[in-house]
């Protein structure tokens, strides 16, 4: 389990941003400078997020994507399961 949190921004033009937040125990989170532009793209009948970042370009396959998951694969035939964050709740 990591600290940090995917943060995908889909765009209607179907470009977007992939970048690391990292909750706070306050309920705010501290938000990473970095950040991965992508475009999504349907090639051969499977979706796809195309990155472009410092003139290098990498994709990785959305295998599926519900309210529940995002299961992406990438070309080293990593993959990597995602689920929509829940705040820790401390009493």
Do not use: C
């Not at 793209?41 to 959305?62: A, F, G």
């Amino acid at each position: 389990m990591s600290g940090s949190v995917d943060y995908f921004k889909v765009n209607a033009d179907l470009s977007g941003y992939r970048k690391k937040v990292t909750p706070r125990f306050d309920g705010t989170f501290e938000i990473s400078q970095h950040i991965s532009e992508f475009t999504l793209s349907i090639k051969d009948n499977h979706l796809w997020i195309i990155y472009t970042n410092n003139n290098v370009t990498y994709s990785e396959e959305i295998v599926r994507a519900n309210n529940s998951s995002l299961i992406l694969s990438n070309s080293d035939g990593f993959i990597y399961t995602y689920k929509p964050y829940e705040p820790l709740i401390f009493e």
